[in-house]
């Protein structure tokens, strides 16, 4: 029998989790499919309703009765699905109480607006026209993370809110350890003649890439019923229940990978969101765990899965259908080869997965800086430029290509929004080395168009337990232990090694 005190619990948790809901419904309208007009409004309806939403789920009651709950906690095993969710309440009540709803309902206003400012902005190439909104996300950042006094690096609160474990110091750790073996991979690769990917960049009308994009996700084991692919400025995923995660995607008729990789990359956060667990439904456990897993499993069903060459045995002759003209006479070998394209470039979303964890570490550490107050928000875009040249070799031409590209300073704060992806390309490989250990007959699969197995592990071994675990539990639990570059490393190696003929 569930403890009264478990079910009145539950009861508020449900209610807060409905508002949070009733915020991402708003976000996502907005970001598809609301009119320029009705920008003001939605900053305060959304302001509204994210003050709500901190209110209720920073009712006092809920600190009673997760007090009252303890005893019932530690009676239970440490994996019961009750003691994980007074444990994951009792941490998210924690932090929550420390921030004042009014805070957040102005930071919902301003992102908003922000969002409204950047989505006009960009295509402008107007960087003046975002700075003061910037400087004030700065200002909103800093206030957010003096609300948990204490902290080594002022990053450390952004950071934790999304990666519950980590902190500026950990992250940069891992991230010199990464750049160190990295660095000489990109160096040889980059002395070896480029591939060609012109059978990538030819006229691909839109209404066939949406087809066969939504093919591969369905193919995938994205559920349509319990789902939709929608357009937008910058991709991504939402999740209002296990039973409704919806992706988004956007076309470029002139370069093929934009959108088909992307909404591989989205199904593959909605696939985590889908197979979590449909009683945590409403419940803190009810979504991924943190943003770096999230990313693991998009990157993983993008880039090792879709960027395969077990993967396009099965699905190049459906392409080529798909568009004969363009791709009837490009052999497999030269489209894998393409779109495996090893390439300094100015666009993150774009960017291969050799140099793709290069731009992450500039964002990462311009956060930092901003957030320590040793760059301002106007010197951002020539800071930014700075760093392409050193790290990557090139300097964007305008700030559309430079710092205004990524939806995530214009739409949250500033920290925390980056150093996922990365984690996320390292947790992916140690994730699918444990996958392929327990089931070798993966890629054979796959080259049928089979993903059901590769499926099934990671739900049972990710997917369903939701929050139930943090990170670091998750991938002990899985890989038998904690974050490890060496598996994310052997992978690229042998990949673009064979690619590119380097050691
Ligand atoms: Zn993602």
Redesign the pocket.
């Given at each position: 029998m569930e403890p009264k005190k478990l079910t009145e619990l539950k009861t508020l948790l449900a209610e807060a989790n409905d508002l949070d809901s009733a915020v991402s419904v708003l976000y996502w309208d907005q970001a598809t499919f609301m009119p320029p007009g009705g920008g003001n409004a939605r900053g305060r309806q959304l302001a509204t309703l994210a003050r709500l939403h901190q209110q209720k789920s920073t009712n006092p009651k809920i600190g009673r009765l997760l007090d009252g709950l303890r005893s019932y906690e530690e009676s239970l095993p440490f994996e019961s699905d009750d003691a994980s969710l007074i444990r994951v309440a009792r941490r998210l009540y924690e932090r929550a109480v420390k921030v004042p709803p009014a805070f957040m309902g102005r930071l919902y206003q301003h992102n908003a607006q922000t969002f409204q400012a950047w989505a006009e902005a960009r295509p402008a190439n107007d960087f003046a026209r975002v700075a003061p909104y910037l400087e004030k996300t700065l200002d909103l950042s800093r206030e957010y993370a003096n609300f948990f006094p204490g902290y080594e690096h002022i990053a450390d609160p952004l950071i934790e809110a999304v990666e519950y474990g980590m902190k500026a110091t950990s992250v940069r750790t891992l991230f010199g350890e990464l750049r160190r073996e990295l660095t000489p991979l990109v160096h040889k690769i980059a002395a070896q003649p480029r591939a060609d990917d012109s059978c990538l960049r030819k006229v691909f009308p839109i209404s066939q890439q949406a087809a066969f994009g939504e093919a591969v996700a369905r193919r995938i084991g994205y559920d349509f019923e319990r789902g939709r692919l929608d357009i937008t400025h910058h991709?991504?995923?939402i999740s209002f229940a296990p039973g409704d995660v919806r992706i988004t995607t956007r076309y470029s008729e002139a370069f093929l990978s934009d959108s088909l990789f992307s909404t591989i990359?989205?199904a593959?956060?909605a696939l985590y969101e889908q197979g979590v667990n449909p009683a945590f439904e409403a419940t803190p456990l009810g979504n991924g765990t943190s943003?770096g897993v999230?990313?693991s499993q998009?990157?993983l069903w993008?880039n090792q899965v879709g960027h395969s060459r077990h993967f396009w045995r099965y699905f190049y002759p459906q392409l080529q259908a798909a568009f004969p003209q363009q791709l009837a006479d490009v052999p497999l070998e030269a489209f894998y080869s393409a779109i495996n394209k090893v390439e300094p470039s100015l666009v993150r979303v774009d960017a291969d997965e050799v140099t793709y964890n290069l731009h992450i570490m500039i964002r990462f550490d311009l956060e930092l800086a901003l957030l320590e107050g040793t760059l301002s928000i106007r010197e951002l875009p020539e800071a930014w430029n700075a760093r392409y040249q050193a790290d990557l070799g090139i300097t964007p031409p305008d700030d559309r290509l430079g710092v205004m590209q990524d939806a995530h300073w214009y739409d949250g704060m500033i920290g925390g929004a980056f150093q996922?992806?990365t984690i996320?390309n390292i947790l992916s490989a140690q994730y699918l080395q444990a996958a392929l250990r327990a089931h070798p007959e993966i890629p054979d699969e796959m080259e049928q168009g089979e993903f059901a197995t590769l499926l099934g592990w990671l739900r049972k071994n990710l997917y369903q337990h939701g929050r139930k675990f943090t990170a670091s539990e998750l991938t002990e639990r899985v890989t038998g232990r904690g974050i490890d570059i060496a598996p994310y490393m052997r992978y690229l190696r042998e990949k673009y090694g064979e690619l590119y003929k380097v050691e």
């Amino acid at each position: 029998m569930e403890p009264k005190k478990l079910t009145e619990l539950k009861t508020l948790l449900a209610e807060a989790n409905d508002l949070d809901s009733a915020v991402s419904v708003l976000y996502w309208d907005q970001a598809t499919f609301m009119p320029p007009g009705g920008g003001n409004a939605r900053g305060r309806q959304l302001a509204t309703l994210a003050r709500l939403h901190q209110q209720k789920s920073t009712n006092p009651k809920i600190g009673r009765l997760l007090d009252g709950l303890r005893s019932y906690e530690e009676s239970l095993p440490f994996e019961s699905d009750d003691a994980s969710l007074i444990r994951v309440a009792r941490r998210l009540y924690e932090r929550a109480v420390k921030v004042p709803p009014a805070f957040m309902g102005r930071l919902y206003q301003h992102n908003a607006q922000t969002f409204q400012a950047w989505a006009e902005a960009r295509p402008a190439n107007d960087f003046a026209r975002v700075a003061p909104y910037l400087e004030k996300t700065l200002d909103l950042s800093r206030e957010y993370a003096n609300f948990f006094p204490g902290y080594e690096h002022i990053a450390d609160p952004l950071i934790e809110a999304v990666e519950y474990g980590m902190k500026a110091t950990s992250v940069r750790t891992l991230f010199g350890e990464l750049r160190r073996e990295l660095t000489p991979l990109v160096h040889k690769i980059a002395a070896q003649p480029r591939a060609d990917d012109s059978c990538l960049r030819k006229v691909f009308p839109i209404s066939q890439q949406a087809a066969f994009g939504e093919a591969v996700a369905r193919r995938i084991g994205y559920d349509f019923e319990r789902g939709r692919l929608d357009i937008t400025h910058h991709p991504f995923t939402i999740s209002f229940a296990p039973g409704d995660v919806r992706i988004t995607t956007r076309y470029s008729e002139a370069f093929l990978s934009d959108s088909l990789f992307s909404t591989i990359h989205e199904a593959g956060h909605a696939l985590y969101e889908q197979g979590v667990n449909p009683a945590f439904e409403a419940t803190p456990l009810g979504n991924g765990t943190s943003s770096g897993v999230h990313e693991s499993q998009s990157r993983l069903w993008e880039n090792q899965v879709g960027h395969s060459r077990h993967f396009w045995r099965y699905f190049y002759p459906q392409l080529q259908a798909a568009f004969p003209q363009q791709l009837a006479d490009v052999p497999l070998e030269a489209f894998y080869s393409a779109i495996n394209k090893v390439e300094p470039s100015l666009v993150r979303v774009d960017a291969d997965e050799v140099t793709y964890n290069l731009h992450i570490m500039i964002r990462f550490d311009l956060e930092l800086a901003l957030l320590e107050g040793t760059l301002s928000i106007r010197e951002l875009p020539e800071a930014w430029n700075a760093r392409y040249q050193a790290d990557l070799g090139i300097t964007p031409p305008d700030d559309r290509l430079g710092v205004m590209q990524d939806a995530h300073w214009y739409d949250g704060m500033i920290g925390g929004a980056f150093q996922s992806y990365t984690i996320g390309n390292i947790l992916s490989a140690q994730y699918l080395q444990a996958a392929l250990r327990a089931h070798p007959e993966i890629p054979d699969e796959m080259e049928q168009g089979e993903f059901a197995t590769l499926l099934g592990w990671l739900r049972k071994n990710l997917y369903q337990h939701g929050r139930k675990f943090t990170a670091s539990e998750l991938t002990e639990r899985v890989t038998g232990r904690g974050i490890d570059i060496a598996p994310y490393m052997r992978y690229l190696r042998e990949k673009y090694g064979e690619l590119y003929k380097v050691e």
